[in-house]
């Protein structure tokens, strides 16, 4: 049975550690895929899309994603230990966080991006990423670096609009 667990937010020194490779040996302990599931339920109740590990206060180069569209590319998918092999182009758009509730700013992000790691079994994965798919990669593994979307966003804001309202709701976690 998944639990939630506490979505910590800005200000909390987790979230400014750079996060521990997890090894091989922790992904089959049972407490790690209960980590797993608890992060998935915690992420939809948020309800998010994306959620690192160090939101869940544990120090660990973990995230979940699931975007909740049709492309079962794009979740629901737990990536361990992630890196980017590609990182191309440049994109902008409106951004929000789990970890910085109501706030609303403007990121610059890469356009296109291909992340490897591993699934929750220790398989090796290999994500492409565009468009939000690949903004929301870019956003887990800044959380896994102790980076928070604040730290390199424009025009930081209460969420006012409906669309902005509507993104710091989905709170991307990305």
Do not use: W
């Amino acid at each position: 049975m998944a639990y939630l667990r506490e979505i910590i937010t800005e200000g909390h020194p987790t979230l400014r550690k750079v996060a521990k490779r997890v090894s091989l040996g922790e992904i089959a302990d049972p407490i790690f895929q209960q980590l797993l599931d608890d992060m998935f339920e915690t992420m939809y109740h948020a309800p998010g899309i994306g959620l690192a590990a160090p939101q869940v206060n544990i120090s660990k180069r973990i995230f979940t994603v699931d975007l909740q569209d049709e492309d079962e590319a794009h979740g629901p998918l737990v990536v361990i230990n992630p890196k980017f092999t590609v990182t191309e182009g440049e994109i902008e758009a409106t951004e929000g966080c789990l970890s910085v509730p109501g706030m609303v700013g403007e990121m610059t992000r890469f356009e296109h991006v291909v992340c490897t790691g591993l699934d929750r079994h220790g398989k090796k994965i290999e994500l492409d990423g565009v468009g939000l798919f690949g903004r929301c990669l870019q956003h887990e593994m800044d959380h896994l670096d102790g980076i928070l979307y604040i730290d390199k966003a424009q025009n930081i804001r209460p969420a006012a609009t409906d669309e902005e309202i509507a993104e710091a709701e989905a709170a991307l976690t990305r």
